[in-house]
């Protein structure tokens, strides 16, 4: 069995992820959203995720938030390991130290936050590969991950498509009517509120706006047959973000850390380099 990527490839896209985890932890620090900033919450919603209800039954979460020690330690230990893997990406302990911590740091806020709030997940999953030492199996992770990535934005897609909600001339002034409306009356002023005011005013726009959303979202379903479009796809995603934070206000910075995995990471430091063969590196 052949590795997918070198080793020299492992590092550089090791040094990407984990770089931005660092970057979007860092960001979490400053917007108050570590569980030890979370000031001991005691209201929460596992949903009807059976993952959530483990860490619920085992009462982790109610001892972590309960404890300012435990949840300073939580958090610390989530970035320094980010941190660490970022400077020593061959490493693969990091990696496993931080995957684990992440773990506890999705649910338990996620579970506070009273929604599954969804681009987090990018920083659930994109560090995964990383805690295998097997070359084969790291460069198999890598591309199940690129799948998933195609399933999150073309899934997303088919639900507008299958629900009907294309369809629907009024489907995006209804989005921003139901999640603006705070801004559109405390900052009308801003350039923002004067952007949405304008796309309620022109239905036609903001039902375009939404139709090529769909689209865009739909093509992704190119990648399940094909990588040759995959750099067309990894622009796409970027634009559908841009996008999201124009007509809808939020920019899910965690979650492009999955698109990256679109970028021909396998075919850098390939000159003079051999692929490396699973007989070389076959444990974990």
């Known amino acids: 069995m052949t590795a997918l990527f070198t080793e020299k490839q492992r590092q550089l896209l090791g040094r990407v992820i984990f770089g931005w985890f660092v970057v979007a932890l860092l960001w979490r620090w400053s917007d108050s959203a570590m569980i030890s900033q979370l000031e001991q919450p005691v209201l929460g919603n596992v949903y009807k995720d059976l993952t959530f209800w483990l860490f619920e039954l085992a009462r982790i979460p109610a001892f972590v938030t309960g404890q300012y020690a435990v949840a300073l330690l939580l958090d610390l230990v989530v970035t320094t390991a980010a941190l660490l893997a970022f400077l020593q990406p061959s490493k693969v302990v990091y990696a496993r130290i931080y995957c684990l911590a992440i773990l506890f740091y999705f649910v338990i806020f996620t579970t506070y936050a009273n929604y599954h709030y969804r681009p987090i997940i990018g920083l659930l999953v994109a560090g995964l590969p990383f805690a295998f030492r097997s070359m084969p199996r790291f460069g198999t992770f890598v591309q199940v ?127 003079g380099q051999l692929p490396i063969t699973a007989p070389a590196l076959s444990g974990l």
């Not at 088919?158 to 002034?173: A, E």
């Open 145 to 271: 991950l690129r799948y998933y990535v195609l399933f999150l934005y073309a899934s997303a897609g088919l639900y507008k498509v299958m629900r009907g909600s294309w369809l629907n001339v009024d489907q995006m002034t209804m989005i921003i009517e139901k999640t603006q409306l705070d801004l559109l009356l405390t900052q009308p002023d801003n350039w923002h509120s004067l952007f949405y005011a304008w796309l309620l005013n022109n239905e036609w726009a903001s039902w375009s706006l939404f139709v090529l959303a769909t689209v865009l979202e739909v093509s992704f379903i190119i990648g399940f047959f094909t990588k040759r479009w995959d750099l067309g796809l990894f622009c796409t995603a970027i634009s559908l973000h841009i996008g999201f934070y124009f007509t809808m206000g939020f920019f899910a910075f965690e979650l492009i850390v999955l698109d990256l995995l679109l970028l021909p990471w396998n075919r850098m430091y390939t000159k």
